[in-house]
Each structure stands twice: as C-alpha cells, then as structure tokens.
Nanobody
Framework: QVQLVESGGGLVQAGGSLRLSCAASGSIFSINAMGWYRQAPGKQRELVAA???????NYADSVKGRFTISRDNAKNTVYLQMNSLKPEDTAVYYC???????????????WGKGTLVTVSS
C-alpha cells in the first residue's frame, strides 16, 4: 500500500504565497510522474502541474508563471510553490503519483486526501 499525505494548505490573502508538500510512503520501488490537481466548489478536478521523474514539468495555463512544481526523489516528495495567489485559486489541492511498487509491477495511480487552499480578496 502507498499513502500520499499533503500539507501546507491554509488561508492566504490575494497576492500571497503558499507551499504545498506531498510525501509518499509505503511499498515504493520508484515513482514516475507526480502532480497536483485541484477542485473548486462546483467544478471538476483539474490538473495544476505535473513533473516526471526526470524533472520535466507542465502547468495549467492559469498558473504558469505563478506556480512552480518540484520534487525530491530521495524523499518521494513533491512540492508546489504558489505565488501571486488569486481568489480563483481557492480549491482543494490533491497530490497524485504514479507509483511502481516492485521491479515486476506496472505503475499504479495514488491520490492524497487533499488540502484546502483559500485565497481571500
């Protein structure tokens, strides 16, 4: 089993910054892509940013230039630095990881329980 635990959410004023962390633990041989998704009230979950094991990244257009995703492979942890936050960034942010449990298994998708980010105007 694999667990993803997010931290770092909270309440911040518009223009402020937050840093989210997500640590993966459990039966892990390696991790392929890791990413952050978010879901605002009444909306579908959407990709915010993703990063491969090699460090290649992609971002939603709405966060480009403001958010930065990074990872520490030794710690099985992914981060999301969020700057210049806007009220429309308010959402529950979920961590996602494509985890390979053993040398002989394929990757499997895991999700964290989410952390709430609220940006006040």
């Amino acid at each position: 089993q694999v667990q993803l635990v997010e931290s770092g959410g909270g309440l911040v004023q518009a223009g402020g910054s937050l840093r989210l962390s997500c640590a993966a633990s459990g039966s892990i041989f390696s991790i392929n892509a890791m990413g952050w998704y978010r879901q605002a009230p009444g909306k579908q979950r959407e990709l915010v940013a993703a990063i491969t094991s090699g460090g290649s990244t992609n971002y939603a257009d709405s966060v480009k230039g403001r958010f930065t995703i990074s990872r520490d492979n030794a710690k099985n942890t992914v981060y999301l630095q969020m700057n210049s936050l806007k009220p429309e960034d308010t959402a529950v942010y979920y961590c996602n990881a494509d985890v390979i449990a053993t040398m002989k298994t394929d990757g499997m998708d895991y999700w964290g329980k989410g952390t709430l980010v609220t940006v006040s105007s």
